[in-house]
T-cell receptor, first 112, second 114 residues
Framework: QKEVEQNSGPLSVPEGAIASLNCTYS??????FFWYRQYSGKSPELIMF????GDKEDGRFTAQLNKASQYVSLLIRDSQPSDSATYLC????????????FGSGTQLTVLP | DGGITQSPKYLFRKEGQNVTLSCEQN?????MYWYRQDPGQGLRLIYY???????QKGDIAEGYSVSREKKESFPLTVTSAQKNPTAFYLC?????????????FGSGTRLTVV
């Protein structure tokens, strides 16, 4: 079973702090990784994707990928209360049947 | 506006009843997917379709059926064989068959057994 594991949290940070969300994956052949944000009762929305080792920045968000360690992370700088949500990590499975496999999510609360 | 439309938003099913969840997209995406989400859990894949008239089982296909007669439409039927159908159902699509750019999700259907 190819798995994506996340710290379930919940994670609380004060407003303005850096929130760090972590994810590991078991399928060494996975090449593409995604972070989704899901507000309570809503559907997931894509916020970042990363393919290459290293960092990828988009505004206040930075995704980090380390394929050797099979580790993906998402940093949220200057966290805002509106960032409070569940963050889902996902990986495209290797092989011919490629689909997104999701972690169980990390619930983030940003305290005003 | 382009997007994925799921209907209904809320659905109630009686014991032994089949129900069908609608999913329509006007994004011209090749692939479509159905996921199930239970409270506090991640998404689990039910079925997916990469081309019209073809679909594949996901991790939890038992008790569900799908069809893909048109590129735009991918309805999901929850049959009476699905013993625990209460969940949040999410339909998604991807621009390519391999999902290289991630998936776009609809707003979901919340199914409850009464």
């Amino acid at each position: 079973q190819k798995e994506v594991e996340q710290n379930s949290g919940p994670l609380s940070v004060p407003e303005g702090a850096i929130a760090s969300l972590n994810c590991t994956y078991s399928d060494r052949g996975s090449q593409s990784f995604f972070w989704y944000r899901q507000y309570s009762g809503k559907s997931p929305e894509l916020i970042m994707f990363i393919y290459s080792n290293g960092d990828k920045e988009d505004g206040r968000f930075t995704a980090q990928l380390n394929k050797a360690s099979q580790y993906v992370s998402l940093l949220i700088r200057d966290s805002q209360p509106s960032d409070s949500a569940t963050y889902l990590c996902a990986a495209i499975s290797s092989g011919s049947a490629r689909q997104l496999t999701f972690g169980s999510g990390t619930q983030l609360t940003v305290l005003p | 506006d382009g997007g994925i439309t799921q209907s209904p938003k809320y659905l109630f099913r009686k014991e032994g009843q089949n129900v069908t969840l609608s999913c329509e997209q006007n994004l011209n995406h090749d692939a479509m997917y159905w996921y199930r989400q239970d409270p506090g859990q991640g998404l689990r894949l039910i079925y997916y379709s990469q081309i019209v008239n073809d679909f594949q089982k996901g991790d939890i296909a038992e008790g569900y059926s799908v069809s893909r007669e048109k590129k735009e439409s991918f309805p999901l039927t929850v049959t009476s064989a699905q013993k625990n159908p209460t969940a949040f159902y999410l339909c998604a699509s991807s621009i390519d068959r391999k999902g290289n750019y991630g998936y776009t999700f609809g707003s979901g259907t919340r199914l409850t057994v009464v």
